[in-house]
């Protein structure tokens, strides 16, 4: 297990430190944490071509491109007023608050630039899409609660 936590912490880098490289993709070596982990770092790196979105684009779960997509939708969603706290955030942390064989609840804590703390639940569920069958995806992010200033 540690060592899957290793390949993944260099995927990461790799990734997100690396000019054009590929989108992580759905994949069943990933685990409902990754998931929400290779989201999360995309956002707080999103650039000016929105690679973060495009990537948490990625891990959205299929029935839930029913309700969100196409990507443009998705997108503008992201940058809409109680989500764009993600885009380029200043740190994060990922908690678990409960599980079952299909679904993973997760407490996520997001600190912002102005030092200002909230509070997502983030659901990401089993799923198959075209190119990944029984993969993690996220299905559903709560409205941020604000935490507060911190420090």
Not at 59 to 81: I, S, V, W
């Amino acid at each position: 297990m540690e060592l899957k936590k290793i390949f993944i912490t260099l995927v990461f880098v790799l990734t997100f430190n690396t000019l054009n490289a590929e989108m992580i993709k759905p994949s069943k070596d990933l685990s409902a944490f990754d998931v929400v982990k290779i989201q999360l770092e995309a956002l707080k790196k999103n650039n000016k071509l929105n690679d973060g979105i495009k990537q948490t684009w990625l891990f959205a779960h299929p029935d839930n491109k029913k309700f969100t997509g196409p990507y443009k939708r998705f997108e503008g969603m992201l940058l809409g007023q109680q989500y764009k706290i993600l885009l380029n955030h200043s740190s994060h942390k990922i908690n678990l608050i409960s599980n079952s064989p299909n679904t993973f609840i997760y407490g996520v804590e997001v600190l912002d630039d102005d030092k200002k703390l909230f509070f997502y639940e983030w659901h990401v569920q089993k799923g198959s899409d075209k190119d990944c069958t029984d993969c993690w995806f996220t299905s559903a992010v709560s409205q941020p609660f604000d935490q507060g200033n911190t420090i």
